[in-house]
């Protein structure tokens, strides 16, 4: 039982109580259709108005949707500060603050996510994330196996995480299983796609290697990291000068 977290009691919300409701579901209808432009907006003034756990864990996950990850930051962080005893927005700075480079500060986070509560199965798959940001695999590989035991476990993420852990072991075979596995359950998961040409590259397997790249290009969106440019052009290169084809 938690015993050294705060209870902070959630501030009374808008004396329009039925209209802040009716925006937030307008919100998720919005998040489930994939527009995140509007959902912004609204839970922008949602957030603003009232102290709204929900609405700030929904407003934290729509910037990091759009990549705004800083703000998305400080979106969960004033949904801790309005209920540090509920994972959601643990949850979410987890990732966040290793998307950022933190990942030490975000793996706390995440420890005390799973702490609030174990069942939470989004919060094991972003340990296992952080873990093997920070290199610590048995962990990790622990952390993605529970993940995977639980509802709502976002199956295509914990095995893209998996496949990053046998990466690092040396596991090429083992690494292509599981990224193969998380883009059967995801066919446009950007990170697997990457992962994968990774492996490729590794085995030099240009052609495929350079196909997992394109396919990373294209669905990764806001999120696509510019360092896989360097890697795509590597595998340009190769393919051309070993005639590949």
């Known amino acids: 039982q938690q015993t050294n977290i705060p209870v902070v009691i959630e501030a009374p919300k808008s004396h329009n109580t039925a209209l802040i409701d009716a925006s937030y579901q307008a919100a998720q209808d919005y998040i489930n259709s994939g527009n995140y432009a509007k959902a912004e907006n609204l839970l922008h003034a949602i957030t603003t108005e009232a102290n709204h756990y929900d609405a700030h864990v929904s407003y934290s996950f729509v910037l990091y949707k759009l990549g705004e990850y800083d703000q998305a930051i400080t979106a969960a962080s004033d949904a801790i500060i309005i209920n540090p005893n509920k994972p959601a927005a643990l949850s979410n700075r987890c990732l966040l603050l290793g998307l950022v480079g933190n990942p030490q500060a975000g793996l706390a986070d995440c420890n005390q996510a799973v702490q609030v509560d174990p069942q939470y199965a989004y919060a094991h798959n972003n ?30 993420w914990v095995y893209t995480n998996l496949g990053h852990i046998a990466l690092k072991r040396g596991m090429n075979n083992a690494a292509i299983d599981m990224f193969t596995t998380a883009l059967n359950y995801n066919p446009i998961h950007a990170d697997a796609y990457a992962g994968l040409g990774d492996v490729l590259l590794i085995q030099s397997d240009f052609r495929n290697a350079l196909k997992s790249y394109r396919a990373y290009q294209y669905y990764a969106g806001v999120h696509y990291n510019a360092r896989y440019d360097a890697k795509f052009d590597y595998a340009q290169h190769a393919l051309v000068n070993v005639g590949q084809n």
């Open 127 to 156: 340990q296992c994330y952080i873990l093997t940001e920070l290199g610590h695999l048995q962990e990790a590989e622990r952390a993605c196996n529970q993940a995977l035991t639980m509802h709502h476990s976002q199956p295509e």
